[in-house]
């Protein structure tokens, strides 16, 4: 495991923009609304060859009654105990409040090495009130601005100097993305704290409680994957708020970046028409797909007819792409949460299927011949032989023969049915090409 460093600190004092400066990224959303952070976002810093783990975690905020920010207090707790170096980040335009103290005295009391980050100091005279920070007692206050990067790089050499151990775990690319979709509060979040089986990702009844796209490395029972909680996604209408804009943002980016991506449908709502919104997102970037219809607790009829009904309702609203698994899940009582990383696992091996030329051939030239393309204008299309690119990121089949510009939608359809009757293509789009030969 390689060393982590928590970024922790009051809201507004600039974690945030700290986060993105040290991870060279724009991964955390920064707004001057205080309290835009509430979950843990993880980035990687890499400094002078040494690499390393940066979490940014939510303002801490004492006595108050606001739901969100109980479990703000929640989360950078954990992230104190997770860390091996803490980053306090204090205001010098403000100087010392009430709530800095009382940071502080938690850090103190943690034995964590704590580094004093005095951000804000963006001109020499900023820099002279920095030392008001001596008082809370834990020792020299680094001068940084995170808006322009000035004092950053000393920081990091300070932070590096921290370590006690070394690196020892890469970033992999190459390990399967699973991306959890879905409409505002369809049960993301208890998912993914479900199957990761700790409080990693806040959980409210209220909608929108998930802003950023959080990447968690899921490595049990023989599973390695990442998986993604998203910012729940809702029509270009309803969205009221700067912030809200940018996690649907981020949102679309997780479905872009991800290999298979588990759609949740509430139970208690149905399929609705947002839903369907995100389907096509789905299909737009030619993702994998699980349906997980979640909540499935709180539904009274759950008998095999019931069953059924949901099952042919979500095939007929999502048609025509129809060979999907469903599965009925409940994130409270965990019933059924591992079969969906089962299923998730299946869809990514599905989508690296490879068919012999050979084979393909055998199966699809006798299909062709029952069944020939519709002759167009007098002219008849003859397709010859059939072939599957090795390198593509989806399941890609060309088709070779004298009137590809002939051939229409419909035909192709017919051809991917074939394909999907004998080889296990469930959850993952196909891609038909014609070529002229």
Known sequence: MGNLVAIVGRPNVGKSTLFNRLTQSRQAIVNETAGTTRDRQYGKVDWEGREFSIVDTGGWVVNSEDIFEEEINKQVAIAIEEADVV????????????????????????????????????????????????KLGLGDPVCVSAINGSGT???????????????TEEFESDIPRFAVVGRPNAGKSSIVNAFIGEERNIVTDIAGT????????????????????????????KVSEELEYYSIIRSIRAIENSDVCILMIDATRGIEGQDLNIFSLIQRNRKGLVVCVNKWDLVEDKSTAAIKTFENAIRNRLAPFTDFPIIFTSAI????????????????KNRKRIVPT??????????????????????????????????????????????????????????ENKIRETWNYCGTPINIFMREK
Not at 99 to 116: E, F, G, Q, T, W
Not at 211 to 230: A, E, H, M
Not at 362 to 376: D, G
């Open 87 to 134: 980053i306090f980040v204090v205001d010098v335009t403000n100087g010392t409040t009430d709530l800095d103290d009382h940071v502080a005295n938690i850090l103190r009391r943690s034995k964590k090495p704590v580094i004093l980050a005095a951000n804000k100091s963006d001109s020499n005279q900023s820099q002279y009130y920095a030392a008001e920070f001596y």
């Open 210 to 237: 998930t802003r950023d796209s959080i990447y968690t490395r899921y490595n049990k029972f023989g599973f390695d994957f990442y998986l993604v909680d998203t910012a729940g996604i809702r029509k270009k209408g």
């Open 333 to 348: 009582t965990k019933q059924r949460i591992y079969k969906v990383l089962d299923t998730a696992i299946e869809v990514y």
């Open 358 to 415: 050979s084979k393909l051939n055998e199966v699809m030239l006798p299909a062709i011949e029952a069944y020939p393309p519709p002759a167009t204008k007098g002219k008849y299309v003859k397709i010859k032989y059939v072939t599957m690119l090795k390198e593509a990121q989806i399941p890609s089949f060309i088709f070779f023969c004298n009137l590809p510009q002939w051939v229409k939608e419909p035909y192709k359809r017919y051809l």
């Open 153 to 167: 790089g000393d920081l990091l050499d300070i932070i590096v100097s921290k370590f006690t151990k070394e690196d």
